[in-house]
């Protein structure tokens, strides 16, 4: 049987290159917009967390950045916690939460689909985050158009 003679990685090992960008860091030009939509369930996979952290980074590059949580994304925008609002019951619990409203605090807005709050997940605008509007759903696609006409940069998440 081979032995394996090489010793454990030990915390603080690097696996990876770390330091090498290969692409220029793009910043926004005065004026651009991007949009990062949501029609996906909180927790249901990493794409809500990770195109959060997208958001983020382009509303940090210049970008005139706005989120559209719609469908099954509005659960996204939902205050949380247990036992009691904002108590965050396991390490990482409040991860979208609190993405959400750094978004919102360096200046991002977020929209929610009034009609897939109540209809679909049968909940009102106080459960928003605060700072999230809610908006009509005749809105969520002239939003998308509003953004499309301004060449503004979109990333779509879906999940299914």
């Given at each position: 049987m081979p032995?394996?003679?090489l010793p454990s990685h030990t915390a603080g090992d690097f696996f990876?290159?770390?330091e090498e960008k290969v692409f220029e860091?793009?910043?926004a030009e005065p004026g651009q917009k991007a949009l990062v939509t949501f029609h996906t369930v909180a927790f249901e996979g990493s794409i809500g967390?990770?195109?959060l952290?997208?958001?983020t980074r382009l509303l940090r590059k210049g970008f005139d950045t706005t989120i559209l949580l719609?469908?099954?994304g509005v659960t996204l925008g939902l205050q949380r916690g247990f036992p009691r609002l904002g108590d965050e019951a396991f390490p990482g619990h409040l991860a979208i939460n609190k993405q959400l409203a750094k978004f919102i605090?360096?200046?991002g807005k977020v929209y929610a689909c009034r009609f897939a709050l109540q209809a679909l997940y049968g909940h009102g605008e106080p459960s928003l985050?605060?700072?999230i509007r809610p908006i009509s759903p005749l809105d969520v696609m002239d939003i998308q158009l509003l953004h499309k006409r301004d060449n503004a940069f979109v990333i779509n998440s879906w999940t299914l």
């Open positions: 032995a394996v003679t990876v290159d770390y860091d793009v910043k967390l990770v195109n952290l997208q958001a719609y469908g099954p605090e360096e200046g985050i605060p700072g």
